[in-house]
Nanobody
Framework: QVQLVESGGGLVEAGGSLRLDCAAS????????MGWFRQAPGKEREFVAAITWIVGKTRYLDYADSVKGRFTASRDDAKNTVYLQMNSLKPEDTAGYYCAATRELRNLADDKKYVFWGQGTQVTVSS
């Protein structure tokens, strides 16, 4: 049974930082691309970041324009964990954050590509 468990959310002031962790089990983690999505109340789920497995010697990253330069996705395949480091947080970053897993390497901003999802962790940024 595949499980993705997010942690690290919380309340932070604007300009602050948080790191989200997503621990995976029940899947061959190193063979999956991992994505981060978020959903605010009354809004649709939106792509935040994605990180692929190693292809050749390269791991590919993708970010939403709204988080480029502020958020960094990384992963530790030995720990079956993907991370989202969030810096310079803004009130508009407030949302539930979800990690997800896919075998795809392209179009990782498309949430329909993902087959496994975590339950999410709440991030609230106060102004």
């Amino acid at each position: 049974q595949v499980q993705l468990v997010e942690s690290g959310g919380g309340l932070v002031e604007a300009g602050g930082s948080l790191r989200l962790d997503c621990a995976a089990s029940g899947l061959t983690f190193g063979s999956y691309s991992m994505g981060w999505f978020r959903q605010a109340p009354g809004k649709e789920r939106e792509f935040v970041a994605a990180i692929t497995w190693i292809v050749g010697k390269t791991r590919y990253l993708d970010y939403a324009d709204s988080v480029k330069g502020r958020f960094t996705a990384s992963r530790d395949d030995a720990k079956n964990t993907v991370y989202l480091q969030m810096n310079s947080l803004k009130p508009e970053d407030t949302a539930g954050y979800y990690c997800a897993a896919t075998r795809e390497l392209r179009n990782l901003a498309d949430d329909k590509k993902y087959v496994f999802w975590g339950q999410g962790t709440q991030v609230t940024v106060s102004s």
